[in-house]
Every structure is written in C-alpha cells, then in structure tokens.
C-alpha cells in the first residue's frame, strides 16, 4: 500500500533548508492552488474564495496563463498572489538541466510575488542553488492529496482536522483531476481551518531562510 504524507516531516526542513516548508512565527496559514488557471474551476475558485474572504496564492503554469488570460486577470483582481510553477509542468531531471532552468525563468514573466514552486516539489541541489539565486523556493508543510482519486474527501478532511497548525503552507491544485471534486472538497476544508481559529494569510514578502 503506497504511504501518503500529508505533513512534511520536521525532517524534511532540516535535510533540505533552502526551501521555504511553512511560515513559522508569522501566524496563519497559507492556502496555494498549483497547476491553473484551469478554466472549469477557476472563476467556481475565485467567487469561492470571495464569498469567504480569502486570499490565497496561486502557482501558475505558464503555458496555461499563454491559454487563459482572462483568468489571470481575474486571480489578479481579486486581490491573490500568483507565484511561479514554472512554463511547463517538468519534473527534475526529465529535461536537460538548461532547459528545466530555462522553463523556470519563463514561468518567472507571470509571477506578482518572487516566489517559485517546483513541480512534483523535487530540485536537485544544483538547481536549489541555481534557482534560489533568482527567486525564493516555496515547498509546503501539508499537501491535500486532492489529484489522487483514491484518496476519499473524508480522509483528507480528517487529515486537515487533525494536523493543520498555524504556520502551515496548505497545498491545492486546480486541474483536469480536481475540477470536480476540488468544488465539494475545498469548503468543507476551510470549515474545518475556520473552525480550528486560524486565519488566512498571504506569502511574506520578507523571509529568512
């Protein structure tokens, strides 16, 4: 049976410290959306998060903001930050390490905050350093497991129930594997975060690693 972590180790931050994994000492948590704009569950996101008063942080690919201005505008409008994800969806090591460093800074025209987010949250060290010259790094402290049709909305609600803490970078996509399930799963996890006191905040500007 394959384990899933939804909370990063403490570990994890100390093997790899030039990655932000949460924003301790800052208060709140911070939702993200990777993968958009997607357009069946972007505007759904946005009258969503409006209705709630959030503000969150979206990392956009940008070969999908190239499709889908418009709702790149509106993310905007909105009052969310949009963070890099980089031009296309590449994992480390699938493409040569020029080009993975070029899809990096393609995806950096469409940012608002300097922040960058690998896919698949994996870098080799090199990139780290290669990357981390130009932008920030931003991993997560609690993924939601919401693109794996095998993992029930009840589970990761439970999860969140039990284990979401104040400093938390929360984790959400908005894809062709969330479109549907993200519009049932998302308000019943931000009742959840609600009810625990917390608040929602958006990405520090100032960070030290």
């Known amino acids: 049976m394959k384990t899933r972590l939804f909370r990063v180790p403490r570990f994890v931050k100390w093997i790899y410290p030039h990655q932000i994994w949460a924003f301790e000492g800052h208060g709140g948590v911070y939702l993200t959306f990777d993968d958009g704009p997607q357009m069946e569950l972007t505007p759904w996101l946005l009258d969503y998060l409006k209705s709630e008063g959030i503000e969150a942080t979206f990392f956009l690919l940008g070969e999908q903001v190239e499709k889908h201005p418009e709702l790149v505008q509106l993310i905007r409008e909105n009052g969310h930050d949009i963070g890099n994800h980089g031009f296309k969806h590449f994992r480390i090591g699938e493409v040569p390490a020029d080009e993975y460093y070029d899809n990096f800074l393609k995806g950096q025209q469409f940012q608002t905050i300097n922040y960058f987010r ?92």
């Open 118 to 209: 690998p896919p698949y949250g994996k870098l080799n060290r090199s990139m780290v350093h290669r990357i981390g010259a130009q932008s920030k790094i931003v991993m997560w402290s609690w993924l939601s497991y919401d693109f794996d049709a095998k993992v029930a909305n009840w589970k990761i609600v439970n999860k969140l129930k039990n284990q979401v803490k104040e400093g938390d970078i929360l984790v959400f996509h908005e894809n062709e594997y969330t479109k549907n399930r993200l519009k049932t799963l998302l308000p019943k996890a931000i009742e959840v975060i609600k009810n625990k006191g917390l608040q929602f905040k958006k990405f520090p500007q100032q960070v030290k690693l």
